[in-house]
Structures are given as C-alpha cells and as structure tokens.
C-alpha cells in the first residue's frame, strides 16, 4: 500500500483506541490533516474509501456511513485488514462504472498503479461482480 495510505490507517487505528468517547469522522479526519502530510484531498478519499468499507463502527457495532455521525471503534486493529477493505470498495466502485474492468491486463495493471497495490485478488473481483449483477 502507499505509504500515505498505511500512514493514515495507522495514525486512524492509533486514534480510535485512545477515543474516550465516540467521534464523528468529521473530527477524526481534522486531527490527522495536522498528523499525516498529505494533501486534504488524499486524506477525504482514503477516510471515503474507509467509511464506505464499512469499517467504521458505532457503540452497537453497526457500521457508520456518514461523517458526521459518532463511530467508537473499527472493523479491526490490523492496518491490512483496513486496507483490504478499501481495495474491495476501490474494485466495487471500479465494476459499476465497468463490469469488463478486468478483463484487460492493461486495466489491471493501471488500477494497481493508481491505488498503489500490486495485491488484486481475481477470486474477490469475481465475487463482488456476482453481488453485482445479483442486485441488477
């Protein structure tokens, strides 16, 4: 993963275990634009990837999709973990603008360029265009 990406879901997993209370990921995402350097832009689409992962979740466990609701803990403690999610909402998004993504070895190479992993599971994308084409 970029190393700005595992920066942030670090300094995020190192945040949420010192909450002494539930925080909005509003609030969370203001504290690591002072912690981590890099753009405010960078920083939204790696905390959008993160929320629509539904890694983020509330007292009951129950993911927190919006940034300006309360979220008490994650998914998990283990930054990978993180990060896996955030490949498959990256993919997810990728096959409902194209189901034939890929397909082409040239699509998936750029897509592991751009989101900077080399870890592309074919057997994941398989089952998210299942899922896919199930809610059709």
Do not use: W
């Amino acid at each position: 993963m970029p190393e700005y990406r595992h920066h942030v879901i670090s300094e995020l997993i190192a945040m949420v275990e010192s909450f002494d209370k539930p925080r909005t990921m509003a609030e969370v995402k203001a504290t690591l634009a002072e912690k981590v350097p890099i753009s405010k832009s960078k920083l939204q689409h790696i905390l959008n990837a993160i929320v629509r992962s539904n890694c983020v979740l509330n007292d009951n466990s129950f993911p927190v999709l919006s940034f300006t609701l309360p979220f008490s803990n994650l998914i998990s403690n283990d930054p990978a973990v993180i990060e896996s999610k955030c490949i498959e909402i990256y993919v997810h998004t990728v096959l409902l603008i194209d189901p034939d993504y890929f397909n082409n070895l040239d699509h998936i190479v750029e897509f592991q360029r751009v989101i900077g992993s080399n870890v592309l599971d074919m057997e994941l994308i398989r089952k998210i265009k299942e899922r896919l084409s199930l809610s059709r």
